[in-house]
């Protein structure tokens, strides 16, 4: 995405109104792609998250079980 040069002097108020309304929408725009990066990168968390577990579970519940037969021994 191109940026604008802060530096380009508008000389006209309505163009300078004009650029600050541009540079604000740029903004918004960076600031409303970075929260749906931000809810993309947390629902993968939420995904890697639940089979992290998952994994966890089954391991823990494998080893329960090893104990419990070899206290049943």
Do not use: F, G
Request: charged content about 35%; aromatic content about 2%.
């Amino acid at each position: 995405m191109p940026v604008l040069v802060a530096s380009m002097p508008a000389v006209d108020p309505s163009d300078q109104q004009a650029a600050r309304s541009i540079e604000k929408s740029l903004r918004d725009a960076r600031i409303r792609r970075s929260a749906e990066l931000i809810e993309a990168a947390q629902t993968d968390s939420r995904v890697l998250l639940e089979h992290v577990r998952a994994e966890w579970s089954k391991t823990r519940r494998s080893k329960l079980d090893r104990e419990e037969r070899l206290n049943k021994a």
